[in-house]
């Protein structure tokens, strides 16, 4: 069965500071990868995806991710973190015909 | 363009009473998609619909759920009756496409409170 694990529910970086939130998944079969990114009082929106094409996908607001299927990780890193990063982020596969989502990563910024 | 809206933002309710959320997807988009998040864990696939027909229900949890698309425009989603498990987010999220690659545009989602 397919499934995602997100490292930590909560993380906290200071301003500046690298961000990297974990993912791991599972899949029988090459998947694809995104991250969504909640703000609050607002929907999910997508980050990034990866689709089987380059290995390193950047995406909006200067946040990456690196797929690496030896590991089956796609982590997602900012190199510096601005408090408007502050959100809750999903990481998600969808190997087939549905997406599946992790349990969310919730990111707070500090001053 | 305006997004994918839901209504209401928040519901609480009673046990046993029977409440509908709705979700209006972006126009043109064919595929819509219902989701749950219970209790801050993971976002559950509910069901997909391509127009107004059910592609696929498997994430229904049970028969207290209906989920409707006439005319392949709005959907809505009725529990009934309402148990205390089924509180939780409930998000809709539309497509114009059903690939797997394709990227999904989430609603804000309906906060349900079932007490």
Redesign the interface.
Known sequence: AQS?TQLG?HVSVSEGALVLLRCNYSSSVPP?LFW?VQYP??????LL?Y?SAATLVKGINGFEAEFKKSETSFHLTKPSAHMSDAAEY?CAV???????????TSLSVIP | EAGVTQFPSHSVIEKGQTVTLRCDPISGHDNLYWYRRVMGKEIKFLLHFVKESKQDESGMPNNRFLAERTGGTYSTLKVQPAELEDSGVYFCASSQDNRVSEKLFFGSGTQLSVL
């Open positions: 995602v529910s694809y969504y009082n607002q929907g999910l929106q997508l995806k689709t999903f969808s190997p087939y015909d549905k997406v599946i989502f992790g349990p969310g």
